[in-house]
């Protein structure tokens, strides 16, 4: 936006409004396409050389892929209204948006990615328990759920209240801590990246990350596609930290994990069974 805005910056507002939204939609389709469809090709390319990855026997279904990419277009739409008004409050000077990296040092350009992340982190799991909450689940969360064996593309497939709940916390950082705009760019795509890997449908975690002590730490796949099937345990985002502390994660998470990437038994779809069916 430093090289765009000055030249629309003198456009008359409406003009700069539509050019700004679409801009912006365009490339949050272009990222949402861009990263689910590789990875929806790659959970085919694992279904072929390594089923025993795959967390549910239930068959990904067409319809359940339309329905998924169709909430993500209402997401879009929702991530569009709120990036341009983060933009738009960052030109008014009213956030902690900065472009010159020498102006909080470097140590702090790499220090603030983990931290907004892990600011994220702690906000999603929140804002995902109290979306489960009696009278609330019902009319948002639950169409996210309706993929009780997501795929990739229902990484953002919201209903667009939850999809504003979900970006709201962007709001919150930009305005709390100083945020280097490519910093905010990488938390961005990572967000996604991470969400993709959530709803895969397969667990790619290496078992040297995820038995390790960083491993321990973090969410997985598995987790999360046990809490579709579930719909309760295992709502944290990158890490299991909450779950842990909170006694929210799953009592059988880790076995799940272990039986989808124990490549070198003869468990198989079958060894999964009775976590499946739970």
Same mark, same amino acid.
């Given at each position: 936006?430093?090289?765009?805005?000055?030249?629309?910056?003198?456009?008359?507002?409406?003009?700069?409004?539509?050019?700004?939204?679409?801009?912006?939609?365009?490339?949050?389709?272009?990222?949402?396409?861009?990263?689910?469809?590789?990875?929806?090709?790659?959970?085919?390319?694992?279904?072929?050389?390594?089923?025993?990855?795959r967390l549910q026997s239930k068959p990904f279904t067409s319809k359940q892929i339309k329905r998924e990419i169709g909430y993500s277009m209402l997401s879009v739409l929702t991530f569009t209204g709120v990036v341009g008004v983060i933009i738009l409050m960052s030109q008014a000077g009213w956030t902690r948006i900065y472009s010159d990296a020498s102006k909080h040092g470097v140590l702090w350009f790499w220090l603030q990615i983990p931290v907004a992340l892990l600011i994220q982190d702690w906000y999603f799991y929140w804002m995902h328990r109290i979306v489960h909450a009696p009278g609330i689940y019902e009319y948002v969360h639950n169409a996210h759920h309706r993929s009780t064996n997501p795929t990739a593309f229902a990484a953002f497939a919201f209903h667009p209240f939850e999809a504003f709940l979900e970006i709201g916390i962007f709001l919150i950082i930009v305005l709390?801590?100083?945020? /280097?705009?490519?910093?905010?760019?990488?938390?961005? !795509?990572?967000?996604? @990246?991470?969400?993709?890997?959530? $709803?895969?449908?397969?667990?790619?975690?290496?078992?040297?990350?995820?038995?390790?002590?960083?491993?321990?730490?973090?969410?997985?796949?598995?987790?999360?596609?046990? /809490?579709?099937?579930?719909?309760?345990?295992?709502? !944290?985002?990158?890490? @299991?930290?909450?779950?842990?502390? $909170?006694?929210?994660?799953?009592?059988?998470?880790?076995?799940?994990?272990?039986?989808?990437?124990?490549?070198?038994?003869?468990?198989?779809?079958?060894?999964?069974?009775?976590?499946?069916?739970?």
């Open positions: 936006m430093d090289v765009l805005w000055p030249l629309i910056g003198s456009w008359p507002l409406p003009l700069k409004l539509g050019f700004l939204g679409v801009a912006i939609a365009l490339l949050i389709l272009l990222r949402y396409f861009a990263f689910t469809s590789i990875a929806f090709g790659f959970s085919r390319l694992i279904e072929r050389y390594s089923p025993m990855r709390i801590i100083p945020m /280097h705009s490519i910093a905010l760019l990488f938390v961005g !795509g990572f967000s996604l @990246a991470f969400n993709v890997y959530g $709803h895969l449908g397969y667990e790619v975690m290496p078992r040297f990350i995820g038995k390790s002590p960083l491993g321990y730490m973090l969410n997985k796949s598995a987790y999360h596609n046990q /809490h579709h099937r579930t719909y309760r345990y295992n709502y !944290g985002l990158y890490t @299991a930290i909450w779950d842990r502390l $909170h006694g929210t994660l799953h009592p059988e998470a880790e076995q799940l994990y272990d039986r989808a990437t124990k490549l070198e038994t003869k468990e198989g779809l079958g060894g999964n069974a009775s976590i499946r069916s739970e």
